[in-house]
């Protein structure tokens, strides 16, 4: 996989070369859940949330008063998706069958 990539893209071989069990990681979980894994959906939502919510307040005198907005919100959008099953947590534990198939793969 790394040789197809050396002569076009040399650095992005290097990092594969280097990277290449973190890159693969996805590949230990149920297929169903990896376009969930991959997605940052959680993420940028948040973000927006974070951005709405000071782009109101402009300046804050400190760091508590950040935090006090901030906090609530990461706690809420956690809590919401923990709810909404997101992915099944159960699928995920992982067993000696699903590492031993994953290192035979690579």
Not at 14 to 19: G, M, S, V
Not at 63 to 89: C, F, H, I, M, Q
Request: include cysteine.
């Amino acid at each position: 996989m790394i040789a197809t990539y050396e002569t076009k893209l040399p650095k992005l071989a290097k990092y594969l070369e280097a990277n290449l069990g973190d890159v693969m990681t996805l590949l230990a979980f149920p297929k169903r859940h990896h376009r969930k894994i991959d997605s940052t959906n959680v993420l940028e939502r948040l973000n927006k949330e974070v951005k709405r919510k000071t782009k109101v307040i402009g300046a804050f005198l400190c760091e508590g008063s950040v935090l006090r907005l901030l906090v609530p919100l990461a706690v809420g959008t956690n809590a919401k998706w923990l709810d909404r099953k997101y992915v099944l947590w159960e699928d995920l534990e992982h067993t000696n069958e699903v590492d031993e198939e994953f290192t035979e793969k690579f």
